[in-house]
């Protein structure tokens, strides 16, 4: 954006992004936990401040309560003062294993009882790739004259949860989310 500078750039201002790391790119990792397990049913959040030129949160922190009783954990953070392990960025567990992707991003692994090591189950070009379906989808709405596959009320749905994280942070309680407007 005009005037941007490693100090002011358009991604550390509340006018430009509506807030923080939720509003900025949470829909990112919210969409994949809603695609996988219905929609959130509540939340309670903490948001914190490491970054000293982001207006907004800079971390992230969340517990998920699906309709189906399901529970996740939710972590996005911003920062460029931290150095961070080699850890896996997304992770599932669920009572016969766990799928993870892997370190910086690369790969998609399985573990299980027959793949107590991990099992590479899909390679990938890394973070910005796992955005390809997506692009794809946009692309082929706009070419075919369609819809996307996600209709723009279900993806209103990502904004319902992460206004209703930033509810829960000013509250300090969880927050229960309602989808029957969209």
Known sequence: MPGDNIKKAWRFSKDFTGGGITIDGGAHWIRPLREWFGNVKQTIC???YPH??????SLSQAIFLFDNDITAIFEG???ETTI???DTP???TGTLGEIT???NGLGVFLYNKENPNGKRVLNDNGYISSFYYQFKDFFDSIKNNTCPQASPLY???EMETALAMEKSDNLQKWITI???NL
């Open 77 to 79: 953070i911003l920062t």
């Open 90 to 92: 997304f992770r599932i």
């Open 52 to 57: 000293p030129h982001m207006e907004g949160e």
């Open 84 to 86: 961070f392990c080699n």
């Open 155 to 157: 993806s209103l749905g």
């Open 101 to 103: 992707i892997g370190p």
């Open 46 to 48: 903490k948001f914190s």
């Open 178 to 180: 309602d989808y029957t």
